[in-house]
């Protein structure tokens, strides 16, 4: 790795010269495909080789993280021209790295044998990651290959849901014992090849296990040597519980600057440990799939996904949309009278119901916010609401003014203004109701408000906004 | 910091706790002021402080990152109360910790001594991190009060833009010499207090300031005290420089499961470092305000801000959400006849709109994500707009022949159902076009793709759908 100014053109370079010599290997093979002869076909292969040899001494040379990145890129047929070049002892890092849409694909197309092999070169903690994704067989023959220490880590890590801190955890910690000096623990430590990664801190344990304190490295560094650990270690310390939402421990990462922290059990006993390299890919994710069904996708997709695969990790969200489509449409139906009798109704319903949902999903971005945050109680609900009925009231005079002039500038009348107006401020009062309601209720409910709510309010100021546009025309003009 | 279990819900009760002791001392001012009389006041008097002092003590005990979270979730005039009992030598830290908008109501009621007193207690980068909600004369003041050294740290701090690496940066790093042995860094870290936090490795420079290599703090406790620094650094690493992306160096942290990275300038020379909290920081800001800005939201929002803060900052997606709403509204215009002639085209019409512009903001979602990655090249763009393009036909046929049935089913008019089929599977493909080009032009203009391509692409579905759906209608049914 050189400097950041290389390294991330050279991701990208790197997948520029990947897609050139996948060309050329491809340009080959038809050549050979089409003149077919025992001495042409010599050379050719000859050279065909070359660009595979030059490919995979690209490939050697790339981070996990880098080489799955390039495999997210490329289309499935060169992603697994390019995926059968990677050398063995590093497929199973790079699975792991690769988005899940993308793994199946990868692991669709690898025999049970090399599928062990590559769950084999993993932590116990990894291969719990794995494990979802891989075919039963191959989990009993991996199972097999491992110790009995192993094999229960394994059996603790899948044991917890796929939220909880137990996922998140992992085996590679040092934990000392508290009766020892700090001289003990440099002489122990430096007997070590090597220390786990991202090891920030020393679990202080009991002789049973129980955690007693940390002791931080950087405070190693700066004692005395001959002062005990139990007076240089912290006895004030974040503990994870295994069965803890991840977000939780998440949160308490970013709220207290951490590097790792021990998870214990309820007896106290250390089992494993949380650091922060996980808990920054948890929120990547968590975000990314925010963002997905915010856009009304199911799950991450494979950018090279098959056609029938994308249709179906859209249609969810597609059918929700129609049910809503379709109760509006018969809200409209109702007021066909009207509409016949006052066309200009056509034009400008749309009008009120895109602000209106504008407006509703403003409010509902706020609240889910605080939500999420955990900022709203009983005391302060009743003022958020005071506050978004003002501010919908002071938006729909100032857009229904606006909304009501453009009306009365086109269609010459000025009740189809008020009635616009009058439309436009009972509506964006319907979306602040409602866009304060609908999370609150959701969350009263057990269901998570961050999910759907979107959709829900849509739906609402479609419907109402229409409802309420109509029926005032009806009243007032028809 | 006890057990998480303990401190999640510590934080909610130290929220409910603040607002019960918030209440009585509320409840006593308003006695005091409806009885006046020597003697009770002075009864009340007592009582009142009495509240006022536990409250002080519970907040004294608060981590900077909880007494933030605390003053966010309050009203206006309860946060002032909370502000004014917060230690003054806290105030500069609970200060960075809170959001911009409640850091504002905040700031606007210290006066200049006190301002001056909470940034004084700041390391130079959290100085340059709060300057610029900070008055000018605060800032001389701050300024004269440090000495060259933090002045040019100050200065450089302040010199970048605000998404760069350099505003990550802080200046807490140890930085050893490179013609010294392990044990000579040994003596120096003890003679120190404590080491700075998030410090996983020391810089290696040499006598001019030029770095070297890092030495991992774990691989310093396992060398042999007698090896030279030089044969057991890091050679090989990230350099992060001041004027790149901040989102580069985040995602160099998230790849390669970074804790801290040397800032060096175009020399070489060592200026600074990044550590893994700053980034996570700045993650969830970004994150943050991507949300609110796809939910219309111009910035973060003060849940208590005033009625007329909050309209101003729902205000420009409003309009722009209303300039296209208007565009659409006299698409339809154009086809009021037809309507006129077949009323149920008008209820009818958003069917095709709403699915379309769900349809192309999940291919949004998807390019913007990929673009994101950096995972779209000259290659692979025309087999992604394929994609895209059968995945919508298909989809169109699906979903239009259900609308299309819909139509029949309650009209009696087979050919307006084909006429719905028709214009789904068009504007379905518009959709999928858009949904491709949109990001994909942004992007070559040199602007984001994700600000704005969801307005636009909804905007171009509405006008289109109904520009469609009603202009086949006209053609085929009027």
Do not use: C
Request: without cysteine; proline residues 4%.
């Amino acid at each position: 790795m050189a400097n950041l100014e290389e390294i991330r053109p050279n991701v990208h370079d790197s997948l520029g010269r990947v897609t050139e010599l996948l060309q050329k290997h491809e340009l080959v093979e038809n050549l050979v495909q089409r003149q077919p002869g025992p001495r042409q076909e010599l050379v050719e292969n000859l050279v065909h080789k070359l660009h595979l040899v030059e490919l995979q001494k690209l490939l050697d040379a790339l981070h996990p993280a880098d080489a799955a990145y390039i495999l997210e890129s490329l289309p499935l047929e060169q992603r697994l021209v390019v995926w059968d070049l990677i050398k063995a002892d590093r497929e199973g890092e790079i699975l792991l790295e690769v988005s899940d849409a993308v793994r199946e694909t990868l692991i669709e197309n690898m025999d049970e044998h090399e599928l062990v092999a590559a769950a084999e070169q993993l932590d116990t903690d990894e291969i719990a990651d794995l494990a979802p994704d891989l075919p039963r067989e191959v989990m009993q023959d991996v199972f097999r290959s491992l110790s009995p220490e192993e094999r229960e880590q394994l059996r603790a890590a899948m044991s917890f849901p796929e939220d909880s801190v137990g996922a998140l955890m992992d085996f590679d910690m040092i934990s000392i014992r508290d009766d020892v000096s700090v001289e003990v623990v440099l002489r122990y430590l430096r007997r070590l090849d090597e220390m786990p990664e991202q090891t920030d801190q020393l679990f202080v344990v009991s002789p049973a296990g129980h955690i007693r304190g940390l002791l931080p490295v950087n405070r190693l560094l700066v004692s005395d040597p001959d002062t005990p650990v139990v007076s240089v270690m912290e006895r004030e310390f974040i503990k994870l519980h295994p069965q803890e939402k991840a977000q939780d421990a998440a949160s308490a990462f970013e709220r207290y600057d951490l590097v790792s922290a021990p998870v214990v059990d309820d007896a106290g006993k250390l089992i494993g440990r949380v650091t922060v390299n996980v808990v920054m890919d948890y929120i990547r994710e968590e975000t990314d799939s925010d963002r997905l069904s915010a856009g009304g996708l199911l799950e991450d997709e494979d950018l090279f996904a098959s056609v029938w695969r994308s249709v179906r990790n859209r249609w969810t969200w597609l059918a929700v949309n129609l049910v809503t489509a379709f109760i509006a449409s018969r809200v409209i139906g109702l007021f066909e009278n009207s509409i016949a009798q006052l066309v200009a109704l056509a034009a400008l319903m749309p009008i009120i119901a895109g602000i209106s949902g504008n407006s509703g999903n403003q409010t509902i971005t706020m609240i889910v916010r605080a939500l999420a945050l955990g900022q709203i109680t009983g005391a302060n609900a009743r003022k958020l609401f005071a506050k978004e009925i003002s501010v919908s009231v002071l938006n729909g005079l100032i857009w229904g003014g606006i909304v009501g002039l453009f009306a009365f500038l086109i269609y010459h009348n000025w009740q189809l203004g008020l009635v616009m107006t009058g439309a436009m401020v009972l509506s964006l009062l319907l979306a602040a109701i409602m866009g304060v309601a609908v999370p609150l209720t959701l969350q009263k409910l057990g269901r998570d408000p961050a999910l759907g709510s979107s959709v829900l309010i849509t739906a609402i100021t479609d419907s109402g906004g229409f409802f309420i546009f109509l029926g005032l025309a009806t009243l007032f003009l028809v």
